[in-house]
């Protein structure tokens, strides 16, 4: 059932989303200054480096938010009636690098799966000497073969990748807000 513990969850996670679109605007608009000013200081940037930038902007608000918001929400959703986002800060406050590692522990084991899992798979085979457009079908149509057994792998992945995520919200709530399993 859609009860309040749930209405919580979704209110929080939506509110999670909003702060991280605002935020990640704000990164990108950063770094869109910074690459409007980059050939007025003699830098060339190519079209792959500014994309790099700007995707290192997303990426580097996500690397904030994700350990100080969204591993505790899990948890603090099940198990408090405080709001969500507010406690999350407060239990996080301090421990940032050890929820980034958390973080980083839990989601490795899906990342490396995935990974192995595309090294499985044929390699795109590009015309030589073909046309940017030749080239782009070309691999849209290798691309079309391989993602059945993409997707596929992500309903190997996922349950596991999931577990983990909540198995370490619960883990790393219990550590910060100073609390014991019932069965201890």
Do not use: D, H
Not at 82 to 109: C, D, H, K, Q, Y
Not at 142 to 160: D, K, N, R, W, Y
């Amino acid at each position: 059932a859609f009860g309040p513990a749930e209405r919580r969850m979704f209110r929080a996670v939506l509110a999670l989303a909003g702060l991280c679109l605002v935020l990640a605007g704000a990164a990108l608009l950063v770094a869109m200054v910074i690459l409007s000013l980059a050939p007025a200081a003699g830098l060339r940037l190519s079209q792959m480096q500014a994309s790099a930038l700007l995707s290192l902007g997303v990426y580097a608000v996500l690397a904030v938010l994700v350990p100080r918001f969204g591993l505790l929400l899990p948890a603090i959703g099940a198990a408090e009636e405080t709001p969500m986002l507010r406690r999350a800060w407060e239990l996080s406050a301090g421990n940032f690098l050890a929820l980034l590692a958390v973080v980083i522990a839990v989601l490795a084991p899906g990342f490396v799966i995935a990974q192995l899992a595309s090294l499985l798979l044929p390699a795109a085979r590009l015309p030589a000497g073909g046309s940017q457009t030749a080239e782009m079908i070309a691999l849209f149509r290798q691309e079309q073969a391989v993602l059945p057994a993409l997707t596929g792998s992500g309903f190997f992945i996922s349950p596991l990748t999931l577990g983990l995520i909540v198995g370490g919200s619960v883990a790393a709530w219990r550590a910060l807000a100073g609390t014991r399993p019932e069965s201890e």
